[in-house]
């Protein structure tokens, strides 16, 4: 299978690290050692996790004129932010395109989000039931962020990304999906509590976060070493790492466990935040006109929770 | 693939309508003849959407001592009632059963979820990436519902199911799943609006209860009827309808549509009120010890959003 196009949405409003300072004290020096965030962006009011899901539809329909809308016949969304629980973000999107009768699903792994959704589009695609899908993932943590939490306040950004995936190559850009693999590790360190999002309680808190970034180190490297092991590729291999966009510490700690040279990650955090499982995709999105062929792209991602994954891309 | 076992929980506090009574002044007669619901269940503090699933898995585990939870090489868990979106039901479940390093994802299709979490699980088993899943569908209606809602705040209730599936056949008393249909239906009627729950803005709301009944009796009748015709089955082959447990109304109309007589339909509507994504699970947990040899059995859903579903099962 194919990813054959990939586009992101961004809200405008940009919300700089000065206005973390005037809320909470927190210093724009503070907030970038610990953090490598500068800036993130904010959904304007009548924006939610489902119209930014259908603006990044629009654009990876627009970029792709060879594929129409009517040919979808798969919608599998990411988030953890959910506007709506029963008119998911995959509906909103099924409802935006106007296709019926087609699979559609929202999913849940946190951060992760994104490689549990392709990999469930492998699975369709393996029963014969799917062969052109729509992946969307899109985060609004500022509808659930406490801004006043000096401890995790500052890290959320919102965003979306929405990427075309087909059995079938249609194109020399397409990158083959060469591998993936995906995984829970929730009986692992402080999951249950390190990270939560508890919709009726309150929103998003990280009591545990160092715990968190413990893992995310460790899983990232280990489950990027794991890909590229068994599909005989050395890490020296890799064009691009695109890891989950969560802190800058975390990226640059996974490129020096696998010993990858910092221009060969793809990096968000300074201008969006950590966006969720939207912030790897938008980081391809970013990179796709970079991608020459015989390029490898390694996607890791980690989430609370927790849950880990890689998916090994090719340019052919 | 097989069903091999499934079990319910079912917290203990019941709410009768009664209790709508005294609160909105709604009669139980004139619930009883809009809904057919008697009683629901109620989670008692400290229970969520999360401590329902894991109790249903330690039922569904305890029943099927051949399958050691370190075996279940998967985990699909269904709801849209969420506790927590980041240490998600799937998630939790993990925790429980203490099996690392297995794929593990939350989903939500509203009230169709069940159909759309097994149709995930085989794509899994296509591909090989799993063969003996958890699937597990828990709803904490009462935590988003507002009962004062005079219109819908007296549906809902509270519960869970899980279902061991396997790639192979393990038992003369598992359920082969023959055939499988899922599809969204958001382009139809009023499916944006007519049942939404929106975490941040409110609870449970359903201002077009009549375009859902319209559509959930239509599509479930429908997708019945296509998937016992592509597998060469009648109407009168069907041992056990069981369809979404939303509205004895609902059930009777597909019923009717069928030409179904009444005792071949499961229903727990009337002691269980509409359990979301659990309900027909609980009502194969049911019917389980009924099932005999040679019997069909049809779960349809029908789902908020729009979703819709149908799943051909046997017992050979």
């Known amino acids: ?18 206005h ?5 004290g927190l210093s724009h020096e503070w907030i970038i050692e610990r953090t490598g965030i500068r800036e993130r ?21 627009a970029a792709s004129p060879e594929i129409p809308a009517s040919s979808i016949d798969l919608i599998v969304g990411g988030t953890y932010t959910p506007h ?20 559609v699903v929202s999913i849940s792994s946190a951060c992760s989000s994104l490689l549990n959704a392709i990999e469930i589009v492998e699975g369709y695609f ?8 729509l992946v969307v993932v899109s985060e609004h943590n500022t509808a659930y962020n406490n801004e006043d939490d000096t401890v995790a306040g500052h890290l959320w950004g919102d965003g979306a990304a929405a990427l075309i995936i087909t059995k079938e190559r249609l194109a020399p850009t397409d990158l083959r999906m060469r591998d993936l693999i995906t995984g829970g590790a929730a009986p692992v360190g402080k999951a249950s509590i390190a990270v939560t999002l508890k919709p009726v309680e309150r929103g998003i808190v990280m009591p545990f976060g160092k715990d968190v970034f413990i893992h995310a180190c460790q899983y990232m490297a280990r489950v990027t070493r794991d890909i590229l092991e068994r599909n005989q590729l050395e890490v020296s291999d890799v064009s691009y790492l695109i890891p989950h966009q969560a802190n800058l510490r975390i990226t640059k700690n996974v490129l ?18 950590n966006t969720g499982c939207a912030g790897a995709a938008i980081g391809l999105a970013d990179t796709w006109n970079q991608l020459q062929a015989g390029d490898h792209v390694v996607i890791t991602v980690f989430g ?3 849950s880990y994954g890689a998916m090994l891309l090719d340019r052919e």
């Open 1 to 18: 299978m194919y990813i054959h196009q990939v586009a992101a949405y961004l809200p405008s409003a940009v919300v700089t690290n000065e």
């Open 20 to 24: 973390f300072t005037r809320l909470n």
């Open 41 to 61: 962006r904010k959904a304007a009011v009548g924006e939610n996790t489902n119209t930014m899901a259908i603006e990044a539809t629009n654009r990876v329909l």
């Open 84 to 103: 709506d629980t029963i008119f998911t973000m995959a509906h909103a999107v099924q409802h935006a395109i106007g296709v019926t009768d087609i699979p």
């Open 126 to 133: 393996a029963l014969g039931k799917a062969s052109r899908a």
């Open 256 to 273: 020096q466990q696998l010993g990858l040279p910092e221009e060969r990650a793809v990096s968000n955090i300074d201008f969006l935040g």
């Open 304 to 306: 609370g929770g927790y």
